[in-house]
């Protein structure tokens, strides 16, 4: 058999694959109406565990680990069609929200950043010392919002703040892109009030991955599959639980889209902790 045969071959088993595919797939349909009229989870990693370990019996040790492979991809892209398919027919996903922005008349900036802020009047600025006295000045209700430097782009992010947004549950609503010599920053305002337009092209969200083997892969391949771009990913150590990290995530994407929805839905289910940090826009050059 030469090597035409041989693609001659691998061609007609692609298209039994795709027939299967297809079948697997409304199958898979018929899953997602009975769970959305149940509620029942849609991922279930002791069963899935149970299915992977009874297909895999008797497969060749040359080939288990792509074979199992292979199962878990199909595993992944059928939760990722039921999740859809579930908001489609049930509206699970209640993210309490404002369609505008609020105007905010004392935002809180630490003093050393100031000198960064000359979209907003100064009379507006509430000048604090450091991050945990604008954590004190949001959480009295000394001022309606927060403005501070999150990201040198190219260079570093600021733990402090993405700290302060994951304890307070505060959400960014607006992002400038300021110049600081050779250096670009991000300057984020944020609020107690997660705020969704149609023109918003950017959303942050941290997660904590389950701690198991792939699971990080799992979730990168999850915003891959509903095409969405990623434009800034860091971590940082998940104090509550030793060798485990929290990820902070940048996707270009906006919450009122279809898609959108559907993967935040979905990464909602399948972490072990999952928390919106805000919607907005940023202008690039």
Partial sequence: MDLK???????????????????????????????????????????????????TEGVSPAINYEYTALIKRIMEI????????????????????????LIYKNIAVQKSEVYLCDAYERKTLYPVSSVSDMKEAIHTGKVDAGLGVIESVGMDVSDSIHKLLIEEKLFI????????????????????????????????????????????????????????????IH?????????????????????LEKGTR??????????QAFQLLGSYTVLES
């Fill in 173 to 232: 609503n607006h992002c400038d892109l300021v110049r600081d010599g050779d250096l670009t920053k991000k300057l984020v305002r944020f609020s107690k009030n997660l705020v969704l337009r149609p023109e918003d092209n950017r959303l942050k969200f941290m997660f904590v991955c389950p701690n198991r083997s792939g699971s990080l892969a799992s979730i990168l391949s999850m915003i891959s599959d509903y095409n969405i771009n990623m434009t800034e």
């Fill in 5 to 55: 045969d041989v693609r001659t071959e691998i061609d007609s088993v692609d298209l039994q694959i795709k027939e299967l595919f297809k079948k697997r797939m409304e199958l898979a349909d018929a899953v997602a109406r009975v769970k959305a009229e149940t509620e029942d989870a849609i991922y279930k990693p002791d069963r899935e565990k149970e299915i992977i370990d009874h297909l």
């Fill in 235 to 255: 971590s940082r150590p998940d104090h509550n639980e030793n060798w485990n990290y929290m990820f902070m995530v940048e996707i270009a994407a906006n919450l």
């Fill in 262 to 271: 559907s993967l935040i839905f979905q990464l909602m289910n399948e972490t």
């Fill in 78 to 101: 059928s939760r990722k069609y039921q999740y859809g398919r579930t908001l489609e027919l049930r509206n699970c996903l209640d993210i309490p929200c404002l369609d505008q922005e």
